[in-house]
């Protein structure tokens, strides 16, 4: 049975003892509070055991610490041991000083002398839960970093020990992959104290068998001259409820790098709408529109569907997803790239717009926030149900072009909410995404992307992320089976405290299931349920919301007090300045994004419509952005009137036209080349900006 408790000598005394009874050349007796280790090398061979009673943690035994896997041409690294009070450190080191590009093949790490039955914690790709694995009848599973995992990490435990692996190295910079395999020791590795135990397989690179087009995405291949340094650090704990304390390396090394959450926030409820389903999709019903017959945009325009979602008052917000319906052929490329643009063709459609009797007089009625789930967000479509896409390529100006026209058109609906489907390193690799998704939010400021499916941890630092809280494509044999999150996802909340995660859940398995009409209570029982783990409940059900639910902070209480991290530095802004690039584009940018970067410029306001109609706008009336420019290049020419004009028009689009008081200016404004450092002030400007000045916001001292 697993997790037994056993009796162990403790501190410092049990430690000094253990010391005398076990000497090994080489070996290195370290400790942290009440648990350390002695960790070194033994023959030439790393060496981990308890500090209190010499048991073996981790043996190395025959395994290799790097391997050669694509046939006798891969580049060596060197390697250096640093011993560490409950574990250790190896840095690899790749020095390619040929003429020609080199694989880096892949490392091993272990024998973990753990027993057969264990706990494995593989990344915390979906919510922070482990799985039991048993020795006899194990098969080897795999993993890769970042396409299936939200961290580069690994935990084992048994009933007396938990041990953590973690890769630190800067994806964005070295723009490849990892795969992560655990396998159980058989023959040389399973021989030695200990007796048998398990060890993981970590690829940087692809074998030479292995065919092109399967396995890693992105293998790790060095260019002449480069250096790339990776830190791999194991760490051991026995106190195996507490097992999060084995990743502190990686969670150290993310923070200086990543840094905090970048968004602010939101822990209220959302409801979920569905306005198309595939399986009504039919000659009579091309665009499978749920309820067609009564409520069909292309028939009645907007007003039914906004008629009936305006009753459902008290959620935060509102997510319709397929609001142009989908595809009657291409059913494998549901939900349609063409989330908004097809409202275009035809006159209905375009009502969408429309502050009368489209979303933005949802907007109005509800007072919740609107948004708009972007189907293939990243397979790019320019045509309807062609049954072709490419995949996004932010470097393509057509992609860019096709990518603003949607979501510029989602803003003039009054949406401040898009919901990012199938965002995935699948399709476009993390680091173009992680610029583009930054390209995207300055492009369109008043809009909160939401990434689907639940992303890498580096790509949770920009935004928030979707997580499937149903298991309802297999019959299950009970009710709870049907819930697949089971509690806080512990990765996010020991990395990002603060951040947020979207719960989605529908109850399609307890209708087909088991008959069940889902009540109130249970919905709301729920929705409580899941606000506990920390991520907001996003619920397909139509019902009001007369009840006060939040999605807690659940890193207050899943992660130990002393390895929290304070409050004040949950989140992380970047110094924000304007910038006038030379070509006289203006721009909010921070420190990753280039001044002279063509789309730095500030986005239409606005309600789509001419004044006193209710017409809508085409696309080819300035849908996109508007430059701040004179024509003359020298900068732009604002006033407090200005200003204040464009922020009372924003509230206004973002209220779905109701006024706002406008808000209220700082006193003084000044230029030139320098930031504001550490200070989180408004940015607005007075005046004439010299070319290629930084335009920023300073405090008056009267």
Same mark, same amino acid.
């Given at each position: ?23 090994? /050349? ?14 070194? !090398?033994?023959?030439?061979?790393? %060496?981990? =055991? ?17 391997? *050669? ?49 264990? !706990? ?145 926030? +939101? ?36 007003? +039914?569907?906004?008629? #009936? ?44 717009? #429309? ?5 933005? %007089? ?32 932010? *470097?393509?100006? *057509?992609?860019?072009?096709?990518? =603003? ?33 930054? =390209? ?25 992320? @979707?997580?499937?809280?149903?298991? *309802? ?29 979207? &719960? ?13 009409? /889902? ?11 899941? &606000? ?53 584009? &203006? ?74 008081? /406008?808000?209220?200016?700082? %006193? ?16 607005? @400007?007075?005046?004439? &900006? ?7 916001? %300073?405090?008056? #001292?009267?």
């Amino acid at each position: 049975m697993l997790f037994r408790s056993r009796p162990r000598l403790r501190g410092w005394t049990a430690l000094m003892v253990a010391a005398v009874a076990f000497s090994s /050349p080489g070996l290195v007796a370290t400790a942290q509070d009440d648990f350390g280790v002695m960790a070194g !090398m033994e023959s030439g061979k790393i %060496a981990v =055991r308890d500090g209190a009673t010499a048991a073996p943690i981790v043996m190395q035994r025959n395994l290799p610490l790097w391997e *050669d896997n694509a046939g006798g041409v891969s580049l060596a690294p060197t390697t250096e041991f640093v011993p560490q009070a409950t574990g250790y450190d190896v840095i690899y080191t790749f020095r390619n000083n040929s003429t020609s590009p080199k694989k880096q093949g892949q490392i091993r790490v272990g024998v973990f002398t753990l027993g057969p039955e264990l !706990m494995v914690f593989e990344g915390g790709w979906k919510d922070g839960r482990e799985r039991e694995q048993v020795a006899e009848g194990y098969k080897v599973f795999t993993r890769f970093y970042p396409l299936n995992m939200y961290s580069p990490v690994w935990m084992l435990r048994d009933d007396h020990y938990a041990v953590g692996v973690s890769v630190q190295y800067p994806m964005l910079e070295y723009k490849h992959d990892l795969r992560f395999a655990m396998r159980k020791s058989a023959g040389a590795t399973a021989n030695g104290e200990g007796g048998p135990g398990w060890w993981l397989e970590i690829r940087f690179s692809k074998p030479a068998t292995e065919p092109a087009g399967e396995g890693m995405l992105y293998e790790a291949v060095i260019n002449p001259g480069e250096t790339r340094r990776y830190v791999v650090s194991v760490r051991a704990t026995d106190n195996t409820s507490e097992w999060i304390r084995t990743m502190k390396p990686y969670r150290d090394f993310f923070r200086s790098t990543y840094g905090g959450v970048r968004y602010d926030r +939101k822990p209220k409820p959302v409801n979920a709408i569905t306005l198309a389903v595939d399986e009504s999709a039919s000659p009579e019903n091309p665009y499978g529109w749920n309820m067609a017959a009564q409520r069909s945009p292309e028939i009645h325009g907007w007003s +039914k569907w906004v008629d #009936d979602i305006s009753t459902r008052t008290g959620w935060q917000g509102y997510m319709l997803w397929k609001p142009t319906g989908v595809f009657l052929r291409s059913t494998d490329l549901n939900f349609p790239f063409q989330f908004t643009s097809r409202w275009m063709d035809n006159e209905r459609l375009r009502s969408a717009l #429309d502050s009368k009797t489209g979303f933005p %007089a949802l907007i109005r009625r509800t007072r919740g926030e609107l948004g708009f789930w972007w189907g293939r967000s990243c397979q790019v479509m320019f045509n309807w149900d062609d049954g072709r896409y490419e995949p996004l390529d932010p *470097d393509n100006p *057509d992609h860019v072009e096709a990518c =603003r026209k949607e979501v510029g058109l989602a803003a003039r609906a009054g949406a401040t909410m898009v919901g990012l489907d199938t965002f995935s390193h699948k399709y476009t690799p993390i680091w173009k995404l992680y610029p583009w998704l930054q =390209r995207m939010q300055f492009m369109f400021p008043q809009m909160r992307f939401v990434i689907e499916p639940i992303t890498c941890d580096v790509m949770h630092t920009l935004a928030p992320t @979707f997580l499937r809280g149903y298991a *309802d494509k297999e019959p299950v044999s009970e009710i709870e089976d049907l819930y697949q999150i089971k509690g806080p996802h512990m990765m996010a909340d020991f990395l990002l405290p603060g951040h947020e995660i979207w &719960a989605g859940f529908r109850y399609l398995g307890h209708r087909n299931y088991f008959g069940i009409e /889902p009540t109130t209570e249970r919905i709301l029982s729920d929705m409580r349920r899941y &606000a506990s783990y920390g991520q907001v409940p996003v619920f397909f059900v139509d019902m009001p919301l007369s009840h006060e639910i939040e999605a807690s902070e659940s890193w207050l209480t899943s992660i130990p007090a002393d390895l929290q991290i304070p409050r004040e530095q949950w989140k992380y802004l970047p110094p924000i300045s304007l910038t006038i690039s030379p070509t006289g584009d &203006a721009g909010l940018v921070d420190d990753a994004t280039r001044d002279d970067d063509a789309s730095n410029q500030l986005p239409a306001s606005g309600m789509g419509e001419t004044p006193n109609s209710q017409s809508p706008r085409g696309p080819d009336e300035q849908l996109m952005t508007r430059s701040m420019m004179m024509g003359d290049g020298r900068g732009p020419v604002l006033s407090h009137t200005d200003v204040l004009g464009a922020l009372t028009r924003a509230s206004s689009t973002r209220l779905g036209g109701v006024q706002a008081p /406008p808000p209220s200016l700082p %006193a003084q404004i000044r230029t030139g080349n320098e930031r504001l450092g550490q200070q989180r002030l408004p940015l607005i @400007f007075t005046g004439r &900006a010299p070319k290629q000045s930084t335009v920023v916001v %300073a405090p008056t #001292d009267d």
